[in-house]
């Protein structure tokens, strides 16, 4: 079981959130700029939460927010102007997850 590092930002519509390595990651980084964000972020995945459920925010929803920018750019913003929280509760693998992920065919031929 592991614990949740995430940043939290409360958008205009919606709020996003980037799961972070942890802690001490996220405090070298606010002090530092320069370090890259592979060091930083467990994925480079921008997650929305919608009724409770995390998915992946579209490429919609970040430009809505953030405007014509770069994934890269919308994390560093989200980063900077976010909330760090740690969640006590277990991660569950149901929590976050993508909707835009391949499942293949669905229907029996």
Same mark, same amino acid.
């Given at each position: 079981?592991?614990l949740v590092?995430?940043?939290?930002?409360?958008?205009?519509t919606?709020?996003?959130?980037v799961?972070?390595l942890?802690?001490?990651?996220?405090?070298r980084?606010?002090?530092d700029?320069s370090?890259?964000? $592979?060091n930083? $972020?467990?994925?480079?995945?921008?997650? $929305?939460s919608q009724?409770g459920?995390?998915?992946?925010?579209?490429n919609?929803?970040i430009?809505?927010?953030?405007?014509?920018?770069?994934?890269?750019?919308?994390?560093?913003n989200?980063?900077?102007?976010?909330e760090?929280q740690?969640?006590?509760?277990p991660?569950d693998e149901?929590s976050?997850?993508?909707r835009?992920?391949?499942?293949?065919?669905?229907?029996?031929h």
């Open positions: 079981m592991s590092s995430k940043v939290v930002y409360r958008g205009s919606d709020v996003f959130e799961l972070i942890s802690p001490d990651h996220y405090k980084y606010m002090k700029h370090i890259p964000l $592979v930083i $972020v467990a994925s480079f995945k921008i997650f $929305v009724r459920v995390l998915n992946e925010a579209s919609a929803a430009e809505n927010e953030f405007g014509n920018i770069s994934r890269d750019e919308a994390i560093s989200i980063l900077e102007r976010g760090f740690e969640s006590s509760k991660m149901n976050y997850r993508s835009n992920d391949t499942y293949g065919p669905r229907i029996a």
